[in-house]
């Protein structure tokens, strides 16, 4: 049965699934509470690197990577979250995404000198990136993101659609992951789908007239992801183009206040939905120049067109076994 829950009582629901969420594990734990992070490195007493003030994503774990797709269909990994997004140590960012390698490491069984292989692979990659003679492109990555890229590449709107939505057709079913939009909320999506920087924003993506007409097809509040429960979300499915267009889905989601530290002396947008959108186009352009900063009545929201070619690293479809042959894992 399709979930009926009203907006007044989602609060309640979305802690308890966050709380689910959080205890399947540690590294679930490790992924879905940044707070608590942030809480625990402010209090470790070792010295750690102060690098130069830069964006950095604030929220950098092995679920937030992955390929991302640019308007013109180009893939390249890149981070696919920008919440935390600030101007501020990148050693934070490596720290983060040491914890979330090791804690999942350690949620696989592997044993302890994996972790250390993995954390100095990713040390090693990080310092690669310093030297421009160090070879690049597909020929030197590992197996796995090899299989996560051609994987990408061959997907279409119906992989999106099946894996996000259920459903090919242009239509969001109701349920554990959808629930209902309230009359007001339906109408401030349509109203937002009317301004010209929005619709201009989303045409431009699927081809050159940017004044083709953008309609929304259906709309639904999203329970998704772990620390951002709570917040505000919405699916919407959009055709641009008119009758026989291209089918697109669209991600609305609030930007709430950054928790990663921030340099103090860092000039930044105030509003939390500019700062995350200038974040992106400075560290994932295929991402950043795919989303726009709104508000949706009284809230700071970004709006990002999700692409087919838009996957986790982790989400290769390749089983574990076949990666371990190929000594991918």
């Known amino acids: 049965m399709p979930d009926t829950r009203s907006p007044a009582d989602r609060a309640a629901a979305l802690a308890a699934a966050r709380n689910v969420k959080m205890a399947r594990s540690a ?13 625990w490195l402010a209090g470790v007493t070792v010295p750690r690197p102060e690098g130069p003030p830069i964006w950095i994503c604030g929220d950098c774990h092995i679920g937030n990577l992955g390929p991302v797709a640019d308007g013109g269909g180009r893939v390249e990994i890149q981070i696919r979250d920008l919440d935390q997004t ?5 050693a934070n960012d490596l720290i983060r995404l040491g914890l979330s390698l090791a804690s999942a490491a350690r949620g696989s069984d592997l044993p ?3 972790t250390v292989h993995m954390l100095e692979q990713m040390v090693e990659g990080y310092e690669a990136a310093f030297h421009p003679e160090t070879p690049s492109g597909e020929a030197s990555s590992p197996d796995t993101v090899r299989l996560v890229m051609q994987e990408a590449l ?9 894996e996000r939505i259920g459903d090919a057709k242009p239509t ?6 959808f629930w209902p939009l309230a009359d007001t909320e339906r109408a401030a999506v349509d109203d937002l789908f009317a ?29 998704k992801g772990c620390s951002s429960l709570g917040l505000l979300r919405h699916a919407v499915v959009a055709r641009v183009g008119g009758k026989g267009g291209e089918l697109c889905l669209v991600d609305i989601k609030e930007a709430a206040a950054a928790v990663a530290p921030r340099d103090p002396g860092a000039a930044m947008p105030r509003d939390n939905a500019e700062r995350v959108v200038e974040g992106a186009r ?13 508000r949706l009545g009284s809230r700071a929201v970004f709006m990002r067109e999700l692409r087919p070619q838009d996957l986790k690293v982790g989400s290769c479809s390749t089983p574990l076994a076949s990666c371990r042959v190929r000594g991918c894992a």
Do not use: Q
């Not at 061959?154 to 099946?162: E, I, M, Y």
């Not at 400075?282 to 709104?294: C, T």
């Open 154 to 162: 061959g997907r279409s709107w119906k992989h999106l659609a099946r």
């Open 172 to 177: 969001i079913p109701l349920g554990k992951r």
């Open 195 to 223: 301004r010209d920087d929005v619709r201009g924003m989303v045409a431009s993506l699927y081809g050159p007239d940017p004044a083709a007409e953008v309609r929304v097809l259906d709309a639904a509040y999203w329970v």
């Open 86 to 90: 600030v101007i501020g140590n990148p």
């Open 282 to 294: 400075h560290l994932a352009p295929h991402l950043g120049n795919r989303m726009l900063a709104a």
């Open 112 to 114: 302890g000198v994996i």
């Open 27 to 39: 590294h679930a734990y490790v992924r879905g509470n940044t707070a608590k992070f942030y809480e």
